[in-house]
């Protein structure tokens, strides 16, 4: 399981840099500033959660514990990338709306506050895991 953690944190990880440069080269010169500045708040965030990502399977792999354990494990892992997929990617999408004949805005505009929600939700999970694992090394 936390190889399966570990890959999607460290491709997204990787996607971050190559999003972050084409944001800070080309996309200036395709859409207004305000909506690289949107762009960029996706990428920061699509990287701090690859980052906890992997964090995330360091941690699993340290703490070898029952199926049980980690499975629980395995869900803040699942929101953290359902996350990045709701907030990062809805703020991709905000950003080239300029560049489409029809305004997607009133749909895809929801479902950032809900990536927001499932980062949060990763967070909390991961917090109540480790809080209720009495298992002292």
């Not at 906890?52 to 499975?71: D, G, H, T, V, W």
């Not at 560049?99 to 805005?105: D, E, I, N, R």
Request: hydrophobic content about 50%; aromatic content about 16%; some cysteine.
């Amino acid at each position: 399981m936390q190889r399966k953690i570990l890959f999607w944190g460290v491709c997204l990880a990787c996607l971050s840099v190559i999003f972050g440069a084409f944001g800070a080269h080309a996309l200036k010169n395709i859409v207004p500033t305000e909506k690289v500045e949107i762009f960029e708040t996706g990428v920061r965030y699509q990287f701090m959660h690859a980052f906890a990502l992997i964090l995330l399977s360091f941690y699993i792999q340290q703490n070898n514990s029952s199926e049980q354990y980690l499975k629980k494990l395995r869900g803040s892992a699942n929101f953290f990338l359902l996350g990045i997929l709701c907030f990062s990617g809805s703020l991709y999408l905000l950003t080239f709306q300029t560049l489409c004949s029809f305004s997607y805005a009133k749909v895809v505009g929801p479902i950032t506050p809900l990536g927001g929600l499932l980062f949060l939700l990763g967070w909390a999970n991961w917090a109540l895991v480790v809080w209720s694992n009495k298992v002292d090394k």
